[in-house]
């Protein structure tokens, strides 16, 4: 079992930038893939940033350029930077972790609220 806590969400003007921490209950070294999602209201939840332990990072097209995402493995966390923040990005964020062997297993944050006012 993996609990994750989020944090750094806020009211942020356009333009500004947040960065947000997801702090994990045990070491994340091992664990396959740590992403980064959101959710608007009504709309579907959606993966803005993920990283494989070992990899390179990969981001949704609507924020490549803005948004880095990064693990740091002695801190048990997983962070994402977000500049350049426009009113659109104003959503839910989730933190995820996800192990795929020998099944799949998810682990999911409360979230944090992120409000880009223009």
């Known amino acids: 079992q993996v609990q994750l806590v989020e944090s750094g969400g806020g009211l942020v003007q356009a333009g500004g930038s947040l960065r947000l921490s997801c702090t994990a209950s045990?070491?994340?070294?091992?664990?396959?893939?740590m992403a980064w999602y959101r959710q608007a209201p009504g709309k579907q939840r959606e993966l803005v940033a993920i990283?494989?332990?070992?990899?390179?990072?990969n981001y949704a097209d609507s924020v490549k350029g803005r948004f880095t995402i990064s693990r740091d493995n002695a801190e048990n966390t997983v962070y994402l930077q977000m500049n350049s923040l426009k009113p659109e990005d104003t959503a839910v964020y989730y933190c995820?972790?996800?192990?795929?062997?020998?099944?799949?297993?998810?682990?999911w944050g409360q979230g944090t609220q992120v409000t880009v006012s223009s």
């Open positions: 995820n972790a996800a192990q795929y062997s020998p099944f799949v297993r998810n682990y």
């Open positions: 045990r070491s994340i070294a091992s664990i396959t893939t």
């Open positions: 990283v494989a332990a070992g990899g390179g990072p």
